[in-house]
């Protein structure tokens, strides 16, 4: 209801500065005391972590790692902030942020736009006594010699910090940056992080984040070096460039596509990387979820975790809430006593 009677003003605004007016609203939420320990039919363990249900919040909400407690107090069962990048960087130029009100969806080209590595690092250390699943999206400077090294130093800087760690290779807002999918480079690129997590004597498990715009040799090749460097989880998917038939008078507009319009897509992926991957690796299903029968689809297509972004640009901040309330409810119509049972059910292996 208070979304209901909020959203007209923020559609007022552009939505770059809508997102901006959410953070800092978020900013002032109360913070409740420690998050409780994962208890009950929504709570699995996933990579050796324990999570309290399994919606969370995806990279690109919280690019600096501002309000991630804030976010888990709205009933997210997980916050992944990011992605972080070494240096500060302004991102693409404005306007870069697009709502299709129409189609329900949302365009970005933002291009890693954040504060660095410092900035972000004194806060995530200043909450950690808080507790809470945090996942930190490290990436690449737009202008690095070597992309690689970069995020070799992002993992030594944040694995102290992290609950996870999510290799982000498949946004489409940094020229060149999907080219570290190609096997021979994502394996080493892979193998520089674990060596730089290692290091530290903190090992939190390696996430990959992965296209959904991605040929089936390139699904196969990405699977094999999953199991091959014992990922904790793949993330599928990152936003699309392709254009399924759109509506808003923003469709033409460059960048990755989020939102309803690539929910199919997206799930085709996730059921392609179960597949591939014999169901030995967890999934996290994101793209175009936007209520608990959409991640109840990718709970059963494969994936452990969902996670949601764009949909909240529409539903509102009791996204998270809701969709959990609904997976209750569809694990019982269904006959399912845990989440964990309900994993894969629809997708052979």
Known sequence: MTYALIRPL????????????????????????????????????????AFPNPVGMAAGFDKDGEVPDALLGLGFGFAEVGSITPLAQPGNPK??????????????????????????????????????????????????????????????????????????????????????????????????????????????????????????????????????????ALIVSNTTISRPPLHSPHAGE???????????????????????????IPLIGVGGIANAQDAWARIRAGAALVQVYSAMVYEGHGIARAIARGLTQLMVRDGFATIAEAVGVDVAV
């Open 10 to 49: 923020l559609f007022c605004l552009d939505a770059e500065t809508a997102h901006g007016a959410a953070l800092a609203a978020l900013k002032y939420v109360p913070l409740a005391g420690a998050p409780a320990a994962p208890a009950g039919p929504l709570a699995s363990t996933v990579a050796g972590i």
């Open 95 to 232: 306007p870069r942020l697009f709502r299709l009100v129409e189609d329900r969806a949302v365009i970005n080209r933002m291009g890693f736009n954040n504060g660095g590595a410092a900035a972000a690092e004194q806060r995530l250390r200043a909450r950690l006594s808080r507790g809470g699943v945090v996942g930190i999206n490290i990436g690449a400077n737009k202008d690095a010699t070597d992309r690689a090294a970069d995020y070799a130093t992002m993992a030594r800087i944040m694995a102290p910090l992290a609950s996870y760690l999510a290799v982000n290779v498949s946004s489409p807002n940094t020229p060149g940056l999907r080219a570290l999918q190609d096997e021979g480079a994502l394996g080493a690129l892979l193998d520089g992080v674990m060596a730089a997590r290692d290091a530290t004597g903190h090992t939190p498990p390696v996430f990959l984040k992965v296209a959904p715009d991605l040929d089936p040799a390139d699904i196969d090749a990405i699977a094999r070096i999953a199991l091959d460097r014992k990922l904790g």
């Open 254 to 280: 460059g960048g990755g596509l989020s939102g309803a319009p690539l929910r199919d897509l997206a799930l085709q992926r996730l059921r392609d990387f179960r597949v591939a991957t014999g169901g030995a």
